[in-house]
């Protein structure tokens, strides 16, 4: 593995570890989802409207096709899966049968931009960003947009609330450990943004947190925290490793630009990388969250 090496900790929250290559030959591959109890791994190649699963025997095999372009995965406090399809700009829960059942399609009477990525509160509150990437050829089905903004969005028994309409981009998104904050990413604009979660399930602030600058291709996307609240982010070169503060600490450096990436495995300490082509895995030393 290259590390891009910056001050001082990298060792202690990533180690020293290889990738591993899983699997490759895929289009672009997003969105990975461990599961804590069954312990299988589904994820998503955009281009091919496919989903997939890893199986805890390390077979990779076809989960749903078509997917409807699905992109980000996760899990709902039940262990349900949730997914954010671009092809037609659904959030959508996945039953025990194994079909899909539409959660949310519209911001009022207008088509939400192509839902991004999603995160779920401890409320079992649904946030997810809603940027326009899938309105766009290759990775969506080209279409004009119907709303003027794109906004993160939080998703409950009362229905759907727009919570932030200023950004350029938004993309990963993910929750502080105690849950009080919520860190939301730009690819546009190449920063990390943090908002207080009010007892309302609102957001507060949006100050800049962090930026993710660097050599090499790729931008903030994917967005995970560990144990330790260290947040790991994509960006220029790989995945940026920042500590709580928000000070670098070090960049993972993938062969192939990073779209995202899950802890999984019994020890969580197994970061599943999917980077454009290729899954991969690297074993680090301090470990993520389950979901649920």
């Known amino acids: ?37 069954e312990k299988w791994l589904v994820f998503s190649d955009i281009p091919n409207s496919r989903m997939y699963s890893r199986s805890p025997a390390g077979v990779v095999e076809i989960f749903r096709d078509p997917s ?8 709902d406090r039940q262990g349900r899966l949730l997914s954010c399809e671009h092809a037609t700009s659904r959030v959508t829960r996945t039953r025990p049968d194994g079909s899909s059942e539409v959660l949310v399609t ?6 939400l931009n192509s839902p991004n990525d999603i995160v779920v509160a401890a ?14 050829s290759y990775f969506g089905v080209p279409r004009p947009q119907e709303l003027a903004f794109q906004g ?16 350029a981009q938004p993309n990963g ?46 931008a903030p996307d994917g967005m995970k925290i560990d144990s330790c609240g260290n947040l790991y982010c994509c ?14 600490v070090g960049v993972i450096a993938t062969p192939e630009p990073c779209a995202n990436f899950t802890f999984g495995d019994d020890d969580f300490r197994s970061l599943f990388i999917t980077a454009s082509s ?12 389950r979901l649920f």
Request: net charge negative; glycine share 16%.
């Open 123 to 136: 409320d079992g509150a649904i946030y997810f960003t809603d940027p326009i990437y899938g309105r766009r």
């Open 235 to 248: 960006g220029p070169g790989g995945i940026h490793v920042f500590d709580p503060s928000g000070g670098i």
């Open 173 to 218: 998104l993910c929750f502080s450990l105690d849950g009080s904050r919520l860190f939301v990413n730009d690819t546009a604009r190449g920063h990390i943004r943090v908002f207080s979660v009010e007892a309302s399930g609102h957001l507060g602030g949006g100050a800049v947190w962090a930026e993710t600058k660097g050599d090499g291709p790729g």
């Open 106 to 111: 519209h911001y009022g009477e207008k088509a």
């Open 68 to 75: 409807n372009m699905a992109n980000g995965n996760t899990l």
């Open 1 to 37: 593995m290259a590390v891009q090496t910056r001050p001082t900790g990298f060792a202690d929250i990533v180690g020293d570890a290889s990738l591993e290559t899983l699997a490759t030959g895929f289009g672009f591959l997003e969105g990975p989802v461990w599961h804590p109890y």
């Open 152 to 167: 993160v969005y939080r998703l409950d028994a009362a229905g759907l609330t727009l919570l932030a309409d200023d950004f």
């Open 278 to 289: 290729t899954l991969h895995r690297l074993r680090v030393r301090v470990p993520g969250l």
